[in-house]
């Protein structure tokens, strides 16, 4: 069915582990992200950044709750389905690039399509490629790039399907400081050029300030947000959080 929502957890928990020695990662997070948005996720480690994210990507299944990406409810899919979904309507960018050495740039770029079963599109491989700044390294092995050059191909694969939401763990985290503003540009190009939705997890108070809303997560659950918040504000809310030990209900 159509939504309104990119995005949707509803009343999700996610808890490792029985009895006394369970792990409570998430606590009931109820969250709706709008599509054409750009949100980040921060919080002392430990707080369930990781989880939260891999939960709404559907590459972790939550203990409870619903969560809903593009109108479709993926909780109860088959490990199939699943995989399908993540292959044709998901994108994803990590903080390690994660192409194969063995495939060229244009291949890296087309690999979604080819593992979802369709013929890959060579032409939509050099559209997203241009718009990433590597119209010509398509024939390049990842080898044969920087850092931010085989982050912009990643982020390029990310793109080539059109997904309802491109996922991103820590994108900037193994790069300088300018490749990691030219790199978090591109994110921020593809939600208002092209209306699409990332959520991005991350670490650095500079790359959440490129996002529309910034959430701040703590023993499971969100507890606070600040919205087009300059990366100074953003880093006095770090520390604030880091500073208290525990949190035991959701800030309004």
Same mark, same amino acid.
């Given at each position: 069915?159509?939504? =309104? ?18 792990? $409570? ?5 109820? %969250? ?7 949100? /980040? ?35 109860? *899919?088959? !490990? ?5 979904? @993540? ?18 740039? !244009?291949?890296?770029?087309? *690999? ?5 079963? $369709?013929?890959?599109? @060579? ?21 044969? %790039? ?15 399907? $059109?997904? =309802?939401?491109?996922?991103?763990? !820590? ?10 503003? !030219? ?29 529309? @809303? ?14 087009? /918040?300059?990366?100074?504000?953003? /880093?006095?809310?770090?520390? =604030? ?12």
């Amino acid at each position: 069915m159509p939504s =309104d929502w990119a995005v949707e957890l509803h009343g999700v928990t996610r808890r490792y582990g029985r009895g006394g020695s369970a792990v $409570h990662a998430l606590r009931g997070i109820d %969250l709706t992200l709008p599509p054409g948005t750009f949100t /980040a996720v921060m919080g002392p480690s430990g707080s369930g950044k990781s989880t939260f994210l891999q939960c709404a990507a559907g590459l972790d299944r939550p203990t409870a709750g619903r969560i809903v990406l593009g109108g479709t409810d993926i909780t109860g *899919l088959s !490990e199939n389905k699943l995989t399908a979904l @993540r292959r044709t309507r998901l994108g994803f960018v990590f903080q390690a690039f994660n192409l194969l050495p063995s495939l060229t740039v !244009e291949q890296n770029v087309v *690999l979604p399509m080819r593992l979802a079963g $369709h013929r890959p599109d @060579r032409r939509r491989a050099a559209e997203v490629l241009g718009q990433v700044g590597l119209a010509d390294k398509g024939r390049r092995r990842p080898g044969q %790039l920087s850092g931010g050059q085989q982050q912009r191909v990643a982020i390029a694969r990310a793109l080539v399907t $059109h997904p =309802d939401v491109v996922f991103a763990d !820590e994108p900037t985290g193994a790069l300088d400081t300018t490749t990691a503003a !030219e790199i978090l540009a591109l994110l921020r190009g593809a939600v208002d050029t092209q209306h699409a939705t990332v959520v991005m997890v991350t670490h650095d108070p500079s790359a959440a300030a490129w996002a529309d @809303r910034v959430l701040f997560l703590a023993d499971g659950t969100i507890i606070d947000h600040l919205d087009r /918040a300059p990366a100074d504000r953003i /880093a006095a809310r770090m520390r =604030d959080l880091t500073a208290r030990p525990t949190y035991t209900q959701t800030a309004a």
